[in-house]
């Protein structure tokens, strides 16, 4: 079993499924965790069978994260590195203007998602020495008024950079990826000169492939223009 096994939530499309195509490329096995079971399927057609595994999965729900890990190493016997990728933004922008109810659903994905996400999987990262890598944001690393998703996303890295430090003392490694705006179904209107998603992806897979005696603790991606 000598296959590394990546497991991404939030995989069924844009940075995601990228990132899931890109690490079957290199020779990863997938876990592919998401709502939409028919998008996970396709990817699983697109890679193979043999390659990956369709885990439809709420990850702001435990209970069905945890079954859905279970089946991961099940299927694989381990798990080498996770991508939280999971999250969502918001359609009113602002706090005055915002609304809570987008609220309430934005911090059970992208904070506690995330926070699950982590929980559940690291007592298999620490058994492999493995690798947590997070969607974070630009937005998570600079000022925006009222932004509550941004408020989110400096969560996301601030754990991140905390997680690291907890995973060190035994030999794990984490890395929060940063993205400028890329253009993905994340936005109403298609962004044709900002990032694409494969953009990302080939950032989370440069964090995956450097030697175990080094850790990239955050990667910054920005559109050229």
Not at 19 to 30: D, F, I, S, V
Not at 101 to 123: H, P, Y
Not at 130 to 158: D, E, M, R
Not at 180 to 199: I, N, R, S, Y
């Amino acid at each position: 079993m000598n296959e590394k096994v990546l497991l991404i939530t939030g995989a069924s499309s844009g940075i995601g499924r990228a990132t899931a195509l890109k690490a079957a490329k290199e020779g990863y096995k997938l876990a592919l965790l998401a709502r939409r079971e028919n998008k996970l399927n396709e990817i699983v057609q697109e890679v193979g069978e043999d390659n990956a595994i369709s885990l439809p999965t709420d990850v702001t729900k435990l209970d069905d994260l945890g079954k859905s890990i279970h089946k991961t190493v099940e299927r694989f016997g381990k798990i080498d590195a996770v991508f939280a990728n999971a999250g969502k933004g918001l359609s009113k922008a602002g706090t005055e203007h915002g609304d809570p109810r987008e609220w309430d659903e934005l911090v059970d994905l992208n904070i506690k998602g995330l926070l699950w996400t982590a929980k559940m999987t690291m007592q298999h990262l620490r058994q492999t020495k493995g690798h947590f890598l997070i969607t974070s944001s630009v937005a998570g690393k600079i000022y925006l008024p009222g932004s509550v998703y941004g408020a989110s996303k400096w969560f996301a890295s601030g754990f991140g950079h905390n997680l690291a430090r907890e995973m060190k003392e035994w030999g794990g490694r984490c890395t929060v990826i940063c993205p400028g705006m890329v253009d993905t179904d994340f936005f109403d209107e298609p962004k044709p000169d900002k990032l694409k998603p494969e953009d990302i992806a080939d950032a989370v897979v440069f964090a995956l492939s450097v030697p175990q005696r080094s850790t990239v603790r955050e990667i910054e991606v920005m559109p050229t223009n």
